[in-house]
């Protein structure tokens, strides 16, 4: 099967760390990397946001990387792309109408993505399949006047997810949001995301640790939602263990960055600056090295579409602490694979780490629970033959008449 992957901002190729880059950048790739082990034809669109691009890249994985020109050639926040979507989507339409290669279906990722991919399938009767990977209403909910989307992000989201052929949603919910948006459960299909089982697993190197101190290890980027100010806030109730914090910018960055010096800051104040370690960005092939090194993860963001740092750590064999949000409330099982704490609640989270951390036995079940669960459901093999059923199911039903033009 062709498959058009379309993700407008976050490119398989990016650097992660790097601003708008994350966790739908790694989706993209280990996702377009799984289908083609599946034996499909994989092309992702992506806009260029530099003039020494190549209009096309090959991957190792076997997957294309199509630039697509539109809008300026520089790198802009996600956030002020909404105007060049009408022209993403046309080149798309172009391509796939009057070139040598016309997708089965389409994919696109993010709710731009998808403004842009349902003009095209629009005009060349290419179905659409839609993963948001973050609502506008969860966004606005939680950062109120904060939110920088662009007005009308929610309006955009609820007619997108009625008018494509198929909704990706990642978590239950995710689910319960669209219902209450006004997207037909009819039309979503519940697909997780994955953890690549090569990288992440309990066997390998592990970063040095001092001698005498359980670790906790946090990663993510430094956004204030990630709730790492919440994790310095629970260190004084855990005493003789140290956090490390991976994410944010490069290794040698974190001193000039503002808000890792509001979290030095911080743990100054609450009186464990001695115990809170910023590392830094890390290559994605070393973090089963920070991961295999923990006794165990926090992950305690204020929201989280999904998050993929839990599965990443269960894979390693590493227990988690966790806040029910999100993806999180799906993949880690309370009282099986991890502890559930409320968000933004630093006394609980405390509490949590301590516990676990002087249980020594629950740490073990957690640990095999969680590897199992992450093998059994979280593969990115997994993943890509859920995708392959609900694209064939999607073509099946025959293409649209493309509208004239």
């Known amino acids: 099967m062709r498959i058009a992957m379309i993700s407008e ?13 994350g966790g739908q950048n790694t989706h993209v790739a280990e996702l377009a990397a799984a289908l083609v082990g599946e034996g499909h034809d994989v092309r992702v669109y992506t806009r260029r946001d530099s003039a020494a691009l190549a209009d096309t890249v090959s991957t190792p994985d076997g997957y294309q990387v199509r630039h697509v020109p539109a809008g300026p050639t520089r790198r802009v926040p996600k956030d002020e792309l909404l105007p060049f979507m009408g022209e993403f989507g046309r080149w798309l339409a172009e391509q796939w109408r009057d070139g040598d290669w016309t997708p089965d279906v389409a994919h696109a990722h993010f709710w731009m993505s998808g403004l842009a991919t349902l003009h095209a399938g629009r005009r060349t009767g290419v179905p659409v399949v839609l993963t948001y990977h973050a609502l506008g209403t969860v966004k ?26 198929r909704v990706i949603v990642q978590c239950q919910d995710e689910v319960g949001e669209l219902v209450r948006l006004g997207v037909p459960r009819s039309r979503m299909a519940l697909v997780p995301s994955g953890v690549n089982l090569e990288m992440f697993r309990p066997d390998g190197p592990a970063e040095p640790r001092f001698a005498g101190r359980s670790r906790i290890l946090t990663v993510g980027r430094m956004v204030e939602r990630k709730g790492f100010p919440d994790v310095i806030r629970a260190l004084p109730a855990v005493p003789d263990a140290e956090c490390v914090v991976v994410g944010g910018p490069s290794a040698d960055l974190p001193p000039a960055d503002a808000f890792a010096r509001r979290l030095r800051t911080l743990a100054e104040s609450c009186g464990v600056a001695d115990r809170v370690r910023l590392v830094g960005a890390v290559p994605r092939e070393e973090m089963g090295r920070w991961y295999r090194s923990a006794d165990l993860l926090v992950a305690a963001p204020w929201y989280e579409p999904f998050g993929l740092t839990p599965l990443e750590a269960m894979a390693c064999g590493v227990p988690v602490v966790g806040t029910a949000v999100g993806g999180i409330a799906d993949t880690v099982v309370n009282g099986l694979t991890g502890d559930l704490v409320p968000p933004r ?36 093999k997994r993943a890509a033959e859920q995708l392959s059923a609900v694209y064939a199911a999607v073509t099946a039903v025959g293409r649209p008449t493309p509208a004239v033009v």
């Open 9 to 21: 901002h976050a490119s398989p190729l990016a650097v992660l760390g790097e601003e708008d880059a």
């Open 345 to 380: 609640d630093p006394r609980a989270l405390g509490l949590a780490i301590r516990r676990l951390l002087a249980d020594k036995v629950r740490r073990f079940a957690y640990a095999t629970a969680g590897l199992d669960r992450i093998r059994s459901s979280y593969s990115w």
């Open 140 to 165: 606005r909910r939680h950062q109120g006047a904060r939110d920088t989307s662009p007005p009308g992000r929610i309006g955009y989201e609820r007619t997108l997810g009625r008018a494509a052929d």
